[in-house]
């Protein structure tokens, strides 16, 4: 006679492997949601440096472009003030600056209206008489207050710089740089200085505005973003960072530094969008579970209506 099993048995096993298959989806979900979480996180870090790649060749191409038109003025044999003026407004026009303006040797400086201002004080302008092009911090505009940055190249006749040729941009001409589509357009960027200063805000409809310094952030009143990521920003290193606001949940903030100025490029992301994927799998969980119960009852019934029939067959001598 063979061993027959009891229903008891048969409850235990189905029991069982209910069990194992709703671990093994748990343990399926917590290992997708870490590697889908940690793989962003890789994603977030390299958008950062390729949108600080970009940063940089914009910066490189406006300062070339700037340096030849500079060399064009420096072909012009003492130019009367009109001249000057009818070139710097003609540069201007054809290429996209916002203003224009020529600097002598003492900072008294034409701009491209008429009108004349001092600079022999600002940095971008002593860096270019040096003989470095270079680009500003963010300033603002003395016309329209508009937040600025004024790219500097010298002007060099005979081995010799006779003045600087300055060309003034929007910053909301580099935001769009930073216009980050990625991460289901929840992500956005913006340029900083090590201090913490805004160089160039983002436009993004989730991205605090009219703070001057992103360590003052009203939801951050302990500075622990400060905290966080000063010592990195000092020493020029690159990272992520999951950083706690009160107001927006977790966000987690990529940083690379630029070779320009003190320039960082900052790429943020809710963690709300980056656990969005798994979050929906695990909603269905529960679900997925109660189906498996479902179908062991089912089959517990089942066995309870076809025990006593199937034990006698099982038990009949053959």
């Known amino acids: 006679m063979k061993k027959s099993f009891s229903l008891t048995q048969c409850a235990a096993v189905i029991l069982l492997c209910t069990g194992l298959a709703s671990t093994g989806i748990v343990w399926y979900v917590h290992q997708l949601n870490t590697k889908l979480k940690t793989e962003t996180l890789l994603i977030l870090k390299e958008f950062a440096a390729q949108d600080a790649r970009h940063v940089e060749m914009q910066v ?48 008294s400086t034409l701009l491209d209206d008429g009108s004349f201002l001092e600079l022999s004080k600002t940095h971008h302008f002593q860096l270019a008489m040096a003989g470095t092009p ?37 910053t909301a001409d580099f935001a769009k740089l930073l216009d980050m589509q990625s991460f289901g357009g929840m992500g956005y960027s913006m340029l900083v200085r090590a201090n913490g200063d805004k160089v160039v805000e983002s436009f993004h409809k989730d991205a605090i505005s009219g703070l001057y310094n992103i360590f003052d952030m009203p939801d951050d009143p302990d500075h622990a973003l400060r905290h966080q990521v000063l010592t990195d920003f000092e020493a020029r290193k690159s990272g992520v960072i999951a950083y706690q606001s009160h107001k ?39 679900i997925i579970c109660s189906f498996i119960a479902l179908a062991g009852f089912v089959l517990g019934l089942y066995l309870c209506r076809v025990w006593p029939a199937l034990r006698q067959e099982l038990s009949s001598p053959q």
């Not at 490189?60 to 700037?66: A, M, N, P, S």
């Not at 540069?91 to 303006?101: P, S, V």
């Not at 270079?134 to 329209?144: E, V």
């Open 60 to 107: 490189h191409e406006d300062l070339d472009l700037l340096s030849s038109i500079a060399t064009s003025l420096s072909l012009l044999p003492t130019p009367s003030q009109e001249e000057l003026l009818t070139f710097l407004q003609a540069q201007r026009k054809q290429n996209h600056y916002k203003n224009l303006e020529f600097s002598k040797p003492d900072g």
């Open 134 to 170: 270079n680009i500003s911090n963010r300033g603002q505009d003395m016309l329209d207050r508009t937040n600025i940055l004024v790219e500097a190249a010298p002007v060099i006749r005979n081995g010799e710089t006779i003045g600087v040729l300055m060309g003034t941009r929007n």
């Open 248 to 286: 927006r949940g977790t966000l987690y903030i990529g940083y690379q530094p630029i070779p320009i100025n003190d320039w960082y490029l900052i790429c943020v992301v809710p963690e709300a969008h980056l656990t969005k994927v798994t979050n929906n799998f695990v909603t269905i969980l529960p």
